[in-house]
């Protein structure tokens, strides 16, 4: 969550100078701020109506750093703004113009981009099981590469599961997401599961789906039982 705030206050910086340039061209110098502020309100939006769920805490997060940079930028507004020199239009800022934007979309484009090392191995649906309950359990390929195999209970029958993001930070975090299945009706009666390969497994390893449910392993659910 600190690496989106962190990416929030990058991209607020980034929007914030960019829509200062702008105002300096009319003299209104307020809308900086204000757009800044405006888009992390956008931000909020998108993450309550569109993604929701406990996967809507990074947006949050993100929205929080651009909302500082709108509030900082306010606060700083007289500073920016003291002399004749500070007012006018710079060919460097010209110029920026062009490239802000470039950068803006740069930095989108690799940060959901980035940390995909994980791909699809196999995915389907499994008949249910007496009481069984959703886990993960891992396991190693031939090439030494690590599968995680995530298998949904009897709640998730009918259903369809696919993976939202793999966060490879100080330890793996892997996030699924579950929704309505489009399949025929002869997986009414199963759950779904998927075996997601990875390079590596950051120890410790969470298992958890976007509405914020912690899968247990196949040794804890075993133990259990």
Do not use: C
């Not at 940079?69 to 507004?77: E, F, K, Q, Y």
């Amino acid at each position: 969550m600190y690496t989106a705030l962190a990416d929030g206050l990058f991209l607020g910086l980034l929007i914030f100078s960019f829509f200062f340039i702008i105002s300096k061209f009319k003299g209104v110098y307020f809308l900086a701020p204000l757009l800044t502020f405006l888009t992390a309100l956008g931000v909020v939006l998108y993450s309550i109506i569109i993604v929701r769920g406990f996967e809507a805490m990074g947006y949050l997060f993100l929205a929080g750093g651009i909302f500082l940079i709108s509030v900082l930028g306010t606060a700083l507004l007289p500073l920016l703004t003291k002399s004749e020199k500070l007012r006018k239009v710079s060919l460097w800022e010209k110029i920026a113009l062009f490239v802000l934007p470039v950068v803006f979309f740069a930095t989108i484009f690799i940060a959901t981009s980035a940390g995909k090392g994980y791909w699809i191995v196999n995915e389907g649906h499994a008949v249910v099981q007496n009481e069984m309950e959703s886990y993960y359990s891992l396991s190693t390929d031939s090439n030494g590469d690590k599968e995680i195999y995530v298998k949904l209970g009897k709640e998730y029958k009918g259903e369809k599961v696919e993976v939202q993001e793999v966060n490879q930070n100080d330890d793996t975090e892997v996030v699924v997401h579950v929704m309505e299945s489009e399949s025929n009706e002869n997986n009414a009666n199963k759950a779904p599961f998927i075996i997601i390969g990875l390079d590596e497994i950051k120890e410790p390893l969470t298992v958890r789906t976007t509405e914020g449910e912690e899968l247990p392993s196949v040794l804890e659910v075993t133990s259990g039982q």
